[in-house]
């Protein structure tokens, strides 16, 4: 089969519709490859050093030991992501669609500035002006990326626009929404927000059948399904992909004469539908966007419907099979605006009655309430109304620090959560106080927060959490940890109690939220909760979105080391994740740390531990090489016998030392083929 050209636009490009043919004969890049990758003489590596306190270094053993530590230079002066400092899930994303008005790509601008906190770290924008797609995308707040200039690149009556978050750094702009792509009827526009579950195996079926990828998104997938569709009306073309799908999906899509919005069936995330009074059509992932731009609210996008918006008007279709809505609750504990209607409920009212119930069923004798803001604000508001306790702000956020930052040579405790939440002596001096929170992820910012507010005087602290215990990982459109990451999955509430020091805490209990919604209750997934799911998440724990991220420019990697759970890093980044990484073990559990090799399409896991797994690796090489015709392991002949003797010696006790409590495992410039297969056989 003849591969499948998808040519997708930079961060500011267009594509004129009736060229489509020429841009056909475009030569694309190999997938995951960088056109400006040399292979260096020598590896640059993190290097450890031994320590005598054990940090757990692992990919599939619960226990894992491990002697090593990082270098000092590790530690000090580095520009890191600090988990630590907002210990929160995260959306995915938000999108916009926009048809009928001159003002779109304005319209689209405002809308995506209601929805920012849905995405924090990217923002694009397409629209549609005399058959020519034009896209601009960039890293960044929706003010950083666009400004007058470049809204006045972006003319026309339709549009679509995405605001993005992510874990990558500053290297992740080809990941960056709205997508655009030609074949052969044409070009199409998407943005999506959701998560696909089966993208894996998806995308190794599509490049098994000769589809060329350019970026790591899941959302590429969508395009080249719509590329190889049989069908030849564009809507069809839309159900024949999505009906392959799996997992959450709200997407909207642009064309040179149409608009489609498009949720899945179990309508995990929203879509919503407004107008504005000259007629224009409008989508969003909430309805705070809609009243920004002054269009009405006029319902949701129903869970796998399929809207198509033309110059003849409007037209609804539905994917098949039908399944019965199972919405995602945290959209109502935490993603979503207090403003906005959420699968026809109200946000607002929904967290206030969180605040009413724990206050009924987890009362505490207190002196004043209050929040952990800003998520925590209406539910801190029932809870003081339900108890008639003065609600306080006792904890001023700043808005102005970024999720980057400079930490200094010397550590200073709680650092990071200082940065953003500042207590106010004057509210909780001498008190006690009864703090309310959205969530518990990891605990580490529960325990900072409970810290600070004693430090600052607090008599007594007593958590009280608006969301059930979160025990199971989300596959859905949200970023969140592994399940062995989060704390309820390992402790009980007591245990938790201990670890964040409150003298109470308490979570609202699953039943009480399950009676709260009523005759809706079924409708919503409880996943994170349960850890039953609605659509199987795949066998490996592999967050897509962040592998993804990680596999850019410097980077390659293929499907098979994906599967395999190995996390991708930029070399750029080598310090920063390795450093990142150890810390989260230390805090929650075995991590994988692997480098990529400086080889474009080799995957070496550039991680040289000590002079002993160095031998081990020389030892590796002396006995074991791939057969190629038949994939088995073979004694390579190139060394004597009594040589031979003495490195299986050392490699096995080396090997089985290292090895015997844990799960490290270093390949340097090892081809994927050759790590997994002498993985089979040796390890």
């Not at 619960?62 to 600090?82: C, E, G, K, W």
């Not at 779109?104 to 770290?121: I, K, M, N, P, V």
């Not at 929904?350 to 309430?369: H, M, N, Q, W, Y």
């Not at 410097?554 to 390795?578: F, N």
Request: net charge neutral.
């Amino acid at each position: 089969m003849a591969s499948t050209n998808l040519s997708s636009l930079s961060s500011s490009s267009t594509i004129n519709l009736h060229q489509h043919q020429h841009l056909h004969k475009a030569p694309l890049p190999k997938p995951f490859q960088s056109p400006n990758l040399t292979t260096p003489n020598s590896f640059q590596s993190v290097s450890f050093i031994p320590t005598k306190n054990p940090i757990n270094i692992s990919c599939k053993n619960r226990n894992p030991i491990s002697d090593f530590a990082l270098d000092d230079h590790l530690t000090h002066s580095v520009q890191i992501y600090d988990d630590d400092v907002d210990d929160k899930l995260r959306e995915e994303c938000g999108v916009v669609g926009i048809y009928g008005d001159p003002e779109a790509s304005r319209l689209c601008y405002l809308a995506l500035h209601a929805l920012q906190h849905r995405g924090q770290e990217g923002a694009g924008i397409v629209t549609v002006h005399e058959n020519i797609l034009k896209s601009i995308t960039g890293v960044g707040l929706v003010s950083e990326v666009f400004n007058e200039s470049k809204l006045n690149q972006l003319p026309g009556d339709s549009a679509i626009g995405h605001v993005r978050y992510s874990t990558a750094g500053s290297s992740m702009l080809k990941n960056v929404q709205p997508f655009v792509a030609g074949y052969r009827f044409g070009s199409v526009g998407v943005a999506h927000n959701g998560n696909l579950v089966n993208y894996r195996s998806l995308r190794a079926k599509l490049e098994e059948n000769g589809s060329i990828f350019n970026t790591s998104s899941d959302t590429e997938v969508v395009l080249h399904l719509i590329a190889i569709s049989k069908a030849r009306p564009f809507l069809l073309r839309i159900v024949n992909a999505c009906e392959q799908l799996e997992g959450a999906y709200s997407m909207v899509f642009v064309t040179e004469d149409k608009l489609v919005a498009v949720r899945d069936p179990h309508g995990f995330r929203p879509l919503v539908m407004g107008r504005r009074s000259n007629g224009a059509y409008v989508f969003a992932s909430e309805t705070c966007a809609l009243d920004l731009i002054e269009a009405t609210y006029e319902r949701e996008v129903n869970p796998g419907e399929v809207i198509v918006i033309d110059k003849d008007g409007i037209q609804t279709l539905c994917l098949m099979p039908h399944f019965e809505p199972k919405s995602c609750i945290f959209e109502h504990i935490y993603f979503s605006q207090p403003n906005s209607i959420v699968f026809g409920r109200s946000v607002y009212k929904s967290r206030k009655e969180f605040g009413e119930i724990l206050a009924t069923e987890a009362p505490v004798d207190c002196d004043v309430v209050i929040a952990v803001p800003d998520s925590g604000v209406v539910a801190a508001l029932g809870y003081a109304a339900k108890a008639g306790v003065p609600f306080e702000q006792g904890l001023i956020r700043s808005h102005y620090v970024g999720r980057t930052f400079i930490e200094p040579s010397q550590r200073i405790r709680d650092f990071g959560v200082k940065l953003k939440l500042a207590p106010v002596k004057a509210v909780i001096e001498g008190k006690r106080v009864v703090v309310v929170d959205d969530s518990i992820v990891r605990g580490t910012t529960s325990s900072k927060i409970v810290r600070l507010l004693k430090e600052a005087g607090a008599k007594e602290v007593h958590m009280r959490i608006a969301s059930p215990p979160m025990v199971a990982s989300c596959y859905y459109g949200v970023d969140t940890p592994s399940s062995e990451e989060l704390i309820s999955n390992r402790l009980s509430t007591e245990e938790i109690r201990k670890y964040i020091g409150s003298d109470s805490l308490a979570f609202l209990p699953f039943d009480s939220l399950k009676n709260l919604l009523k005759e809706d209750s079924s409708s919503f997934c409880y996943a994170c909760f349960t850890g039953k799911y609605p659509v199987e998440p795949p066998s490996m724990e592999v967050k897509v979105k962040k592998v993804g991220d990680f596999v850019d420019d410097g980077v390659s990697g293929t499907l098979k080391s994906i599967e395999e759970g190995w996390v991708q890093v930029p070399r750029d980044q080598t310090a920063t994740k390795g450093h990142s990484a150890v810390r989260g073990s230390l805090a929650s559990g075995p991590v994988v740390i692997a480098y990529p090799s400086f080889h474009a399409e080799n995957v070496g896991f550039n991680l040289f531990i000590s002079k002993y797994v160095i031998l081990v690796l020389q030892s590796l090489l002396v006995l074991v090489s791939v057969s190629q015709d038949n994939g088995s392991a073979v004694v390579s002949g190139k060394r004597s016998r009594w040589l031979f003797i003495l490195q299986l010696f050392g490699f096995l006790r080396i090997w089985f030392s290292v090895t015997s409590n844990g799960d490290i495992r270093v390949y340097p410039n090892f081809t994927v083929s050759n790590v997994f297969t002498v993985s089979s056989y040796i390890i």
